[in-house]
């Protein structure tokens, strides 16, 4: 049976419109479990997270997975491009607890149309949708020095196969690898534990970028990132981890010459606990040695 408390993944060959006929029972919301549950959303007008979720989610909820959009809930604030529950689609609540839940109620008459990232449009066409997705929020991007701007695409590779890509849109912005879930359309996808890639399409060239974090795919898996196209201790930015990278940041700690450039401060912090002390040293000696 269809329950209308539940979500669900409709697999079609082609395009279609599906009518689903039968009576609904008293909605009496939901009880949500640790880890991922996919719900309905049982309004007729669509509304924005921060409208929906109660205050009291905000401690137990991590993150709500859609088709191909993502949101994260971290620090009190809502990031990526799952922004609005739109009726007749499920969601996938990742909780760290046990909860009751209900969405509050919607504004009458606040329905919007057409929430698609139309800078994302084209990079539907590299990949297929599948029911299996495991999301990258990516915290920081850069590439020579610099952030990377909004023209800019972040693409994810598994198996030399394109799986997933977002248009840059700041901070965390929500990258989706969708993984092989038995159907054609998504032969050679990722699986379970298997290491994805980055590229970055800037200016119709491509870039392989090196990840900070975990490059773990795993489905209904939630991972903040950040991507650079020079790898982790190369604080001069020379394609070289040497003595140089460790004088700077000796400088750095000592406060002799302190490194204010983002992107430098990302490669410096080797072993990735928020700060720069001699740990990372230690670090980028032990990649010397290697």
């Not at 079609?12 to 599906?18: D, E």
């Not at 039968?22 to 921060?50: H, V």
């Not at 196969?161 to 993984?179: F, P």
């Amino acid at each position: 049976e269809i329950n209308t408390q539940d979500g669900y993944w409709v697999v079609a060959s082609n395009f279609a419109l599906i009518n689903v006929e039968g009576i609904t029972d008293e909605f009496n919301g939901y009880y949500l479990y640790p880890g991922a549950n996919l719900i309905s959303y049982p309004f007729e007008n669509t509304q924005t997270l921060e409208q929906s979720i109660p205050f009291y989610m905000y401690d137990n909820l991590s993150a709500i997975i859609g088709q191909d959009e993502a949101a994260l809930i971290y620090n009190n604030q809502i990031f990526g491009s799952l922004t609005h529950f739109e009726p007749n689609k499920g969601y996938w609540f990742i909780l760290t607890d046990a909860i009751p839940f209900e969405y509050d109620n919607p504004i009458e008459g606040d329905i919007i149309h057409n929430l698609s990232n139309t800078n994302d449009d084209e990079l539907l066409n590299l990949y297929n949708q599948s029911t299996l997705q495991s999301v990258f929020f990516v915290d920081q991007a850069f590439y020579n020095a610099q952030e990377i701007i909004a023209t800019d695409n972040l693409l994810i590779n598994c198996n030399n196969t394109i799986v997933g890509g977002r248009n840059w849109s700041g901070q965390m912005t929500d990258v989706i690898a969708m993984g092989n879930d038995g159907y054609e359309l998504t032969e050679n996808y990722c699986e379970n534990s298997q290491n994805i890639s980055i590229i970055l399409e800037k200016n119709d060239l491509f870039h392989n970028m090196y990840i900070i974090g975990n490059t773990q795919w795993d489905n209904n898996n939630i991972s903040i990132i950040s991507v650079s196209n020079f790898q982790s201790g190369d604080i001069n930015l020379d394609n070289n981890i040497n003595i140089t990278d460790i004088i700077i940041a000796i400088d750095h700690i000592i406060d002799n010459n302190p490194i204010t450039n983002p992107h430098q401060l990302l490669l410096s912090d080797v072993n990735y606990d928020g700060n720069i002390n001699i740990t990372d040293i230690v670090f980028i000696l032990d990649l010397i040695i290697e």
